[in-house]
């Protein structure tokens, strides 16, 4: 973000990371200088509900993750990360602030780790009905249903689709 600055283009950085992750002084340090130079940076804070084996409510004491931008000086949002289109529009419009030079923004995507943080971790931790719950969200089916009902995707178009990514 700041080479895209110092070299006056117009790219934007956007990196992503975990709930538990963005507790770490890196981030708040980042987060700091790219407010106080306005860098064309945006974070996505993946709420997974779990940091590791730590739930969300004893991670933090505010409301959402995206309440930590207003310390910052930058806007930040929430949104259902099951949502392709919520995530979308957020990103975009976060990016066209970036390239504005309005400086950075914070996005939180809400969603859930559906298995456990590592190949060792069997996720013992959370409760199975929050996982049965969170699986009926499961983003891709549900942006699956979305284009079908709006008649973008067909039956015959997934079949297509499915059997050339299976090829590579």
Not at 1 to 7: D, H, I, T, V
Not at 41 to 59: C, R, W
Not at 92 to 117: D, Q, W
Request: with cysteine.
């Amino acid at each position: 973000a700041l080479a895209s600055k110092l070299r006056k283009e117009r790219a934007v950085a956007m990196t992503y990371i975990g709930d538990g992750g963005a507790s770490v002084g890196e981030v708040h340090e980042g987060l700091m200088m790219a407010s106080a130079m306005r860098l064309p940076l945006i974070l996505i804070f993946e709420n997974n509900q779990f940091a590791y084996s730590t739930p969300v409510a004893k991670q933090f004491a505010g409301t959402t993750m995206s309440d930590r931008a207003i310390g910052y000086g930058i806007p930040g949002i929430t949104v259902d990360g099951t949502d392709v289109l919520a995530v979308y529009d957020a990103c975009r419009i976060a990016v066209e602030r970036a390239r504005n030079s309005e400086g950075p923004s914070i996005i939180e995507a809400v969603t859930m780790r559906m298995h456990g943080h590592a190949a060792h971790d069997n996720a013992w931790y959370v409760p199975k009905e929050l996982l049965e719950s969170w699986k009926k969200k499961d983003p891709i089916a549900r942006f699956e249903r979305e284009l079908m009902e709006w008649g973008v995707l067909t039956g015959q178009k997934k079949t297509s689709v499915t059997r050339d990514i299976e090829a590579l």
